[in-house]
């Protein structure tokens, strides 16, 4: 159990004082009633956790608290499982071991947000409407239920396409981002330059799911309506190109994530590009680009340096982390300097920007970095925050639902059958409803 300390409400200040041992800073008498010993912070993997650790560990020091990690992989729905045990034991757990923090994604925010789990971060943490007047409004959205902001990020993480610099020069003639994103203007151009690609060796995306969030992220309304599962138009053509790929090989057949889908990013692969947003490009491709993980990442090693990103066929976002505050945790004081400083301190979200080459969620500084002079050597000297400030501006959030998460990931297992030949289109789209309605009862088709 956690130590209190409480002051004594007898006579004379100085009596008080020795009863309690209570310090005579008020501040410190403050942080002493309110602030828990420990704080338990729930996560997937260790971004965060680097995050927090170079930008922000000195709040456990100011606060007198001790931060410990609960790190659950998120596969098969693993981290879910063991947050929502925890979170439903919160109230019966004791101080020292109840959640005070818990990370989301955005194929399942509504699910935290529209549960009281996750608290008011204006009303119930204490930050202002003014502290977070900068970060993109979309991420406020997406974690909003009722006009009731419950989490914040300091990722923004809008979508661009990553391509190859020597592929585009082969093929195309040119490597320039500008003139690429002309030949790749809207879905119908894209094609077109598949069967260039195809015609001279190189395959245009790796596998069924590479252009699966761009057009999941432009259906034209959610995924359930009415509590009726419908199938936007958006993704009937992402199945139709998807198919038209694999049966012209225009694609290597892979699966997200795969070990195939890795290696066509690097130095043997022979894949023009990748959609990617924010995080993928700086975490996952630059990693796979390298011939030797273990050297320095720079030019020599693997293909760093040879890719380039541009708009590509439409706008799109892919993911993203959000923190919430615990309801029922006991370090709200700590909670809120955590979330102010990692997201609305305009100079940490431009300084996390400059170290790792990802997109923050601050107008201003990301605003200031498009229109200077800097550039990333992994793509080449280019200045892709450019970019993805004016792609950030395009993320529209109208089709968003709490059974994005399950219905996409049902939608792209049962069509992976289809793409293979396995099942003809009609039974693979009865293999989708039949996975859907076991997962959300609740719904019809």
Same mark, same amino acid.
């Given at each position: 159990?956690?130590?209190?300390?409480?002051?004594?409400?007898?006579?004379?200040? %100085?009596?008080?004082?020795?009863?309690?041992?209570?310090?005579?800073?008020?501040?410190?008498?403050?942080?002493?009633?309110?602030?828990?010993?420990?704080?338990?912070?729930?996560?997937?993997?260790?971004?965060?956790?680097? %995050?927090?650790?170079?930008?922000?560990?000195?709040?456990?020091?100011?606060?007198?608290?001790?931060?410990?990690?609960? %790190?659950?992989?998120?596969?098969?729905?693993?981290?879910?499982?063991?947050?929502?045990?925890?979170?439903?034991?919160?109230?019966?757990?004791?101080?020292?071991?109840?959640?005070?923090?818990?990370?989301?994604?955005?194929?399942? @925010?509504?699910?935290?947000?529209?549960?009281?789990?996750?608290?008011?971060?204006?009303?119930?943490?204490?930050?202002?409407?003014?502290?977070?007047?900068?970060?993109?409004?979309?991420?406020?959205?997406?974690?909003?239920?009722?006009?009731?902001?419950?989490?914040?990020?300091?990722?923004?993480?809008?979508?661009?396409?990553?391509?190859?610099?020597?592929?585009?020069?082969?093929?195309?003639?040119?490597?320039?981002?500008?003139?690429?994103?002309?030949?790749?203007?809207?879905?119908?151009?894209?094609?077109?330059?598949?069967?260039?690609?195809?015609?001279?060796?190189?395959?245009?995306?790796?596998?069924?799911?590479? $252009?699966?969030?761009?057009?999941?992220?432009?259906?034209?309304?959610?995924?359930?309506?009415?509590?009726?599962?419908?199938?936007?138009?958006?993704?009937?053509?992402?199945?139709?190109?998807?198919?038209?790929?694999?049966?012209?090989?225009?694609? &290597?057949?892979?699966?997200?994530?795969?070990?195939?889908?890795?290696?066509?990013?690097?130095?043997?692969?022979?894949?023009?590009?990748?959609?990617?947003?924010?995080?993928?490009? &700086?975490?996952?491709?630059?990693?796979?680009?390298? @011939?030797?993980?273990?050297?320095?990442?720079?030019?020599?090693?693997?293909?760093?340096?040879?890719?380039?990103?541009?708009?590509?066929?439409?706008?799109?976002?892919?993911?993203?982390?959000?923190?919430?505050?615990?309801?029922?945790?006991?370090? %709200?004081?700590?909670?809120?300097?955590?979330? =102010?400083?990692?997201?609305?301190?305009?100079?940490?979200?431009?300084?996390?920007?400059?170290?790792?080459?990802?997109?923050?969620?601050?107008?201003?500084?990301?605003?200031?970095?498009?229109?200077?002079?800097?550039?990333?050597?992994?793509?080449?000297?280019?200045?892709?925050?450019?970019?993805?400030?004016?792609?950030?501006?395009?993320?529209?959030?109208?089709?968003? $639902?709490?059974?994005?998460?399950?219905?996409?990931?049902?939608?792209?297992?049962?069509?992976?059958?289809?793409?293979?030949?396995?099942?003809? =289109?009609?039974?693979?789209?009865?293999?989708?409803?039949?996975?859907?309605?076991?997962?959300?009862?609740?719904?019809?088709?």
């Amino acid at each position: 159990m956690k130590k209190r300390f409480f002051c004594v409400g007898v006579v004379g200040v %100085i009596l008080s004082l020795v009863l309690s041992g209570c310090s005579s800073n008020p501040k410190e008498e403050t942080a002493a009633k309110t602030e828990g010993d420990i704080v338990n912070i729930y996560c997937w993997n260790t971004e965060f956790k680097g %995050i927090y650790e170079a930008y922000a560990a000195d709040l456990a020091e100011s606060h007198g608290v001790e931060v410990n990690f609960v %790190i659950i992989t998120n596969d098969y729905s693993a981290y879910q499982t063991n947050l929502d045990e925890a979170l439903a034991e919160q109230k019966e757990a004791i101080d020292d071991d109840k959640v005070d923090i818990f990370l989301i994604e955005a194929d399942y @925010a509504s699910k935290y947000i529209q549960s009281d789990y996750a608290m008011d971060v204006i009303r119930d943490v204490g930050l202002t409407q003014e502290d977070m007047a900068d970060q993109y409004q979309y991420t406020k959205d997406i974690v909003s239920e009722d006009g009731i902001i419950k989490g914040v990020t300091w990722q923004a993480t809008p979508g661009l396409f990553a391509y190859r610099r020597s592929i585009a020069k082969e093929v195309l003639g040119t490597d320039d981002p500008v003139k690429v994103q002309e030949k790749l203007k809207n879905w119908d151009s894209f094609d077109q330059v598949a069967q260039q690609m195809s015609n001279a060796g190189y395959k245009m995306l790796s596998g069924y799911d590479d $252009s699966f969030r761009t057009f999941s992220n432009n259906m034209s309304a959610p995924w359930v309506v009415n509590n009726k599962i419908r199938i936007d138009d958006s993704m009937l053509r992402w199945v139709t190109q998807t198919k038209t790929y694999t049966d012209n090989n225009y694609n &290597n057949k892979t699966s997200l994530w795969s070990t195939g889908w890795s290696a066509d990013q690097g130095p043997e692969g022979k894949v023009f590009g990748f959609f990617y947003s924010t995080w993928g490009i &700086n975490f996952t491709l630059m990693g796979n680009s390298l @011939a030797d993980s273990n050297a320095q990442a720079k030019a020599g090693n693997g293909i760093y340096g040879d890719y380039a990103v541009c708009e590509g066929p439409q706008p799109y976002y892919w993911g993203g982390t959000w923190i919430c505050a615990a309801n029922g945790s006991d370090n %709200i004081p700590f909670i809120k300097d955590l979330m =102010y400083r990692l997201t609305c301190d305009a100079q940490t979200m431009k300084q996390i920007t400059l170290d790792t080459q990802d997109y923050t969620n601050n107008q201003s500084a990301m605003e200031e970095i498009a229109n200077s002079d800097y550039g990333s050597d992994f793509l080449g000297g280019q200045n892709h925050i450019a970019l993805f400030a004016e792609s950030a501006k395009k993320i529209d959030m109208s089709n968003v $639902s709490e059974y994005d998460s399950g219905l996409n990931e049902k939608f792209q297992n049962a069509m992976h059958e289809y793409f293979e030949g396995n099942q003809d =289109y009609d039974t693979a789209l009865n293999h989708f409803y039949s996975m859907a309605l076991e997962m959300y009862p609740e719904l019809s088709r």
